[in-house]
Structure formats: structure tokens, C-alpha cells
């Protein structure tokens, strides 16, 4: 981000650690499973690189730190900060409603549909589908959409100032994937493909300090 950028608002997008199930590719949206250990001390690790006083998530520069309801990602949150509490919990920033495939690998998935019939012309994918019993592309793009409307409208007094701005988003895998698509105003079906790692970090902006930009900020400077 060019220094006439430097004061920008941001909106971080942290996933949440791993899980058992994240770890062994199983859709996990509303079971309310445990980070791992090995979870937890990724997000340590993310933690110790970007979090505090003078970093990239700087606690003075914080407006606001949403949560899914769900406690792996609380839970992410208080290893990233090392306390208790700090963040709202929003409905809104749950995962995914995966209806009848939670719990299930995407072969799966696939294997039941052409059971039924299903996509005879091409593959099932979950950008494009949505899921059985779930949430359609444009059910959880709504979802999106007014959490992003509420962010700018915090946002939007402050694309200048020095007052404390930026949010930090707590979420999921395919959650944080589908804000970043629809902060840059594409569909879900949209072909761009995005990766999250567990316990990593995503940053969202805007160009020319102006709110009708919004931007991925695909590289930061540290300096």
C-alpha cells in the first residue's frame, strides 16, 4: 500500500485454527468443535508475528473484532490477543450452512448427488450449488452483504483520519473466502480461487481512501 494509503481503513479476515475436522477436510459449519492442539499453536504463531503494539494488527488501531458464534474461532481470537473476551459474536459470520453434507469430504458429496441423479454435465461445486438442506450461493452472499454494509458504514467516516478503524473478522474456510469475493463485488461463482490457511490472516481495503474502492490488499509492506 503506497504511504498516501498508509491510513486507509482495513478489514482483517482471520480463519480460525485447525480442527480434527478441518484437518482431515470434513465441511465443518454448525458442529462446535475444538481447535487442536496443533490449532491453537498456529494461531500462537500467527499471533507472535502480527499481533500487537506497532504491528500489522495493531490493538490502537482496532475499531471493532466480529466473531462467528462458534468457539473455535472465539477461541482463536483470545489466542490472538492472550485475553479473554474483546470481540462481538455475529450470527452473521457463521460458516457456511452446509445442511446435509456437514461432516462429509467433498468425494462424498459427489458420490451422493450422481446417486441422485445429479450433475450429469460437470461436478458438483459448492460456489456454484450451494448445498442440499443448506444455504444457496446467494443465501450466504446476503449474509455477507450486510455484514460488509455495516463495516463501511463504520468505515466510511474515517478514510483519512487517525482515529481507530480497522476490524478483524473471525470466521471459517470457505466463509472468509466468500467475504473477500463479495467485498470485491463478485458472485461466489465467480472463478477466482482464494486460499486460507488455518489460523492465517487476509487483508481487505480500499484504493484512493475512497469507499466505493474496495480492494484486496494483496501485498504489505513492513517497515
Not at 36 to 55: D, F, R
Not at 64 to 91: I, M
Not at 129 to 138: H, L
Request: charged share 30%; hydrophobic share 35%.
Amino acid at each position: 500500500m503506497p504511504d498516501k494509503d498508509a491510513s486507509t481503513p482495513r478489514v482483517f479476515l482471520m480463519r480460525h485454527g485447525e480442527t480434527e475436522w478441518s484437518k482431515s477436510g470434513q465441511y465443518t459449519g454448525s458442529t462446535d468443535i475444538p481447535l487442536t492442539a496443533h490449532g491453537e499453536e498456529q494461531v500462537k504463531g500467527t499471533a507472535n508475528l502480527v499481533y500487537g503494539p506497532g504491528k500489522l494488527l495493531d490493538p490502537s488501531k482496532i475499531l471493532k473484532v466480529l466473531s462467528s458464534p462458534r468457539t473455535r474461532a472465539q477461541k482463536t481470537f483470545e489466542l490472538l490477543s492472550g485475553s479473554k473476551g474483546g470481540f462481538e459474536v455475529d450470527e452473521r459470520l457463521a460458516e457456511w450452512h452446509y445442511g446435509e453434507y456437514e461432516g462429509i469430504l467433498t468425494k462424498e458429496i459427489r458420490e451422493k448427488r450422481k446417486a441422485k441423479g445429479l450433475d450429469k454435465e460437470r461436478e458438483w461445486d459448492i460456489w456454484s450449488d450451494g448445498c442440499e438442506g443448506g444455504e444457496s450461493p446467494a443465501e450466504l452472499s446476503a449474509r455477507i452483504d450486510s455484514v460488509i454494509a455495516d463495516i463501511r458504514k463504520l468505515q466510511a467516516p474515517h478514510m483519512k483520519d487517525a482515529e481507530p478503524k480497522d476490524i478483524i473478522i473471525i470466521a471459517h474456510g470457505h466463509y472468509t473466502r466468500a467475504f473477500a469475493k463479495r467485498w470485491l463485488g463478485y458472485e461466489l461463482s465467480f472463478p477466482l480461487n482464494l486460499m486460507m490457511e488455518p489460523g492465517g490472516v487476509g487483508v481487505l481495503s480500499y484504493s484512493h481512501h475512497n469507499i466505493d474502492e474496495p480492494a484486496l490488499l494483496l501485498g504489505i509492506g513492513f517497515h
